[in-house]
């Protein structure tokens, strides 16, 4: 299974747009790009192995493997970036604001079903992650 996380950034934060398969899953929230800064940056563009992971602090949640740099880089709920993230990814089922979102738990669920199917077809999950490019848009 491939997601493809589309980002728009900004000076505030980083919007993005989560698919599989050409099909919209959430939007995506983060702190802005601060050149992959421990905690206070988004993570490097790429390509990412995503592994299903618990803990008691985020429940069920998500794990983006060989992150050059960092570690412990996370989908996890959160509503808006700055106050609630440390380089993690924030699924939203609506963007509110730059870096802010509304229903994360709900956009959470969403995404953790269909990763828990791909799990248990024996795919591996991947994430790419890729710049927004709106200069390549026409308007009609």
Not at 59 to 81: C, E, M, T, W, Y
Request: contains cysteine; charged residues 25%; positive net charge.
């Amino acid at each position: 299974m491939e997601l493809v996380l589309q980002r728009a950034y900004f000076k505030e934060g980083t919007n993005g747009a989560l698919f599989s398969a050409d099909t919209f899953i959430c939007h995506a929230i983060e702190l802005p790009w601060c050149n992959n800064k421990r905690n206070i940056s988004c993570i490097p563009e790429g390509v990412y192995e995503i592994i299903p992971r618990f803990s008691k602090r985020f429940q069920h949640h998500l794990i983006l493997k060989n992150v050059k740099g960092r570690s412990f880089i996370l989908f996890h709920p959160a509503n808006d970036a700055k106050r609630d993230l440390q380089g993690c990814i924030a699924p939203v089922t609506y963007l509110s604001g730059i870096g802010k979102g509304l229903y994360s738990k709900d956009a959470m669920q969403k995404l953790l079903s269909l990763v828990y199917q791909a799990k248990d077809r024996k795919e591996k999950i991947l994430l790419t992650i890729k710049s927004q490019n709106y200069e390549n848009y026409r308007t009609l």
